[in-house]
């Protein structure tokens, strides 16, 4: 059986900011969640979704987020879904 993956939250937390598209769409890493591990997407288009209050009524407009998983569930690959995201280059 092949070993798990090591990947440190370190190297992950060096792709906050970055750019990068996923299912067709411009994302920006906002966050990385510890379990799992998974990186936090942003919507950089004008994709919003309205956020629900705490009890469901609806309140402020929002950028969508989304969340992508780093390794697959055997933690002995990397997720299809990470692999797939590609970087977007930032005009110099």
Do not use: K
């Amino acid at each position: 059986m092949p070993d798990p993956i090591e990947i440190s939250l370190n190297q992950l937390r060096g792709m906050i900011g970055l750019q990068v598209r996923h299912d067709g769409g411009v994302y920006q890493v906002i966050e990385v969640l510890e379990d799992g591990p998974s990186l936090v997407l942003e919507s950089r288009q004008h994709s919003t979704s309205q956020q629900a209050d705490q009890f469901g009524e609806p309140g402020r407009w929002v950028p969508t987020t989304c969340t992508v998983p780093v390794l697959a569930a055997s933690r002995t690959a990397l997720h299809p879904s990470f692999l797939a995201l590609d970087l977007v280059e930032s005009p110099a």
